[in-house]
T-cell receptor, first 110, second 114 residues
Framework: AQRVTQPEKLLSVFKGAPVELKCNYS??????LFWYVQYSRQRLQLLLR??SRESIKGFTADLNKGETSFHLKKPFAQEEDSAMYYC????????????FGQGTELSVKP | GAGVSQSPSNKVTEKGKDVELRCDPI?????LYWYRQSLGQGLEFLIY????????KSGLPSDRFSAERTGGSVSTLTIQRTQQEDSAVYLC????????????FGPGTRLTVL
């Protein structure tokens, strides 16, 4: 079965601290993995995807197929990073429909 | 350019009534998706349209839910005989299609069933 698990509902860190939002997935095959973010009173938007292998707003995520993980990391959190983060996967030949995790609320305190 | 738009932004209805939610995708996007965001269930896939292909309805929770996409553009999600558990934010997204393409989300319609 396809599944995305984000074990932390809430993650609270201080400004300047490193942050890691965990994501594990279950999928028989090679999925596409994404992180979407929703800032307060804004639309859900793409943060990054593993196929691009890029860093967005200082965030990176590495796909670890052995551990079936796609954790999101940032070395120095900023207050403006406070938001809801969703990990999602899209399966091959499934048209791009996204299976989301439950989401992790990141709170960065001053 | 214009993003994905949805209407209404809020809908309050009584249990048992039918509701229609509308989505206008980004022009040129061939793929359109509906998701539901609720407190207990998180973000769930509902239905997906790609071009002229038959829609993928695998995420619809019951036969009270249906959707159509006219002319490959605007989509309407219909919920018949609404129940309180249908209360949620209904999100629409569009993309160029394919597994690795970015989906652009609308602002959502918040549905409250009394």
């Amino acid at each position: 079965a396809q599944r995305v698990t984000q074990p932390e509902k809430l993650l609270s860190v201080f400004k300047g601290a490193p942050v890691e939002l965990k994501c594990n997935y279950s999928y028989s095959g090679s999925p596409e993995l994404f992180w979407y973010v929703q800032y307060s009173r804004q639309r859900l938007q793409l943060l990054l995807r593993h196929i691009s292998r890029e860093s967005i707003k200082g965030f990176t995520a590495d796909l670890n197929k052995g551990e079936t993980s796609f954790h999101l990391k940032k070395p120095f959190a900023q207050e403006e990073d406070s938001a809801m983060y969703y990990c999602a996967l899209s399966g091959y030949n499934q048209g791009g429909k996204l299976i989301f995790g439950q989401g992790t609320e990141l709170s960065v305190k001053p | 350019g214009a993003g994905v738009s949805q209407s209404p932004s809020n809908k309050v209805t009584e249990k048992g009534k039918d509701v229609e939610l509308r989505c206008d995708p980004i022009s040129g996007h061939t793929a359109l998706y509906w998701y539901r965001q609720s407190l207990g269930q998180g973000l769930e896939f509902l239905i997906y349209f790609q071009g002229n292909s038959a829609p993928d309805k695998s995420g619809l929770p019951s036969d009270r839910f249906s959707a159509e996409r006219t002319g490959g553009s605007v989509s309407t999600l219909t919920i018949q005989r609404t129940q309180q558990e249908d209360s949620a934010v209904y999100l629409c997204a569009s993309s160029l299609g394919g597994a690795d393409n970015e989906q652009f989300f609308g602002p959502g319609t918040r549905l409250t069933v009394l």
